[in-house]
């Protein structure tokens, strides 16, 4: 489960079984997830980079079954104010306490100008 710090909302939460394949699919996700924000596309490019290296990362463990992947972000509404001018993104990863779960929070916000 995500964590719900005061101002970040969840704009997407998947449950994958499995590495295989996924790495288009993922990206695809992501893009969608972030459209209505007016995400640069140097830094979607960058966010799929590096969440797809982290879930990657999280299915090496032998004991992974399935990973959860959330995408919160700063609150802002989309499309309400004037884009930012810059973007700042940070991932959070860790095990469930079975074990068999990994979690990987991927934390995008807007930078102030």
């Given at each position: 489960m995500a964590m719900m710090?005061?101002?970040?909302?969840?704009?997407?939460?998947?449950?994958?079984e499995t590495d295989a394949g996924s790495k288009q699919a993922l990206a695809e996700r992501l893009a969608t997830a972030v459209q209505a924000y007016d995400v640069p596309a140097s830094v979607l490019e960058r966010v799929q980079q590096a969440a797809t290296v982290a879930v990657g990362r999280a299915f090496q463990h032998d004991d992974t079954q399935s990973i959860s992947l959330s995408v919160l972000m700063r609150a802002l509404q989309p499309q309400a104010a004037p884009a930012p001018a810059s973007w700042g993104f940070f991932i959070v990863e860790r095990a469930a306490e079975d074990g068999d779960r990994q979690h990987i929070e991927v934390f995008l916000y807007p930078e102030a100008r």
């Open positions: 710090e005061p101002g970040w909302h969840a704009v997407m939460t998947i449950v994958q």
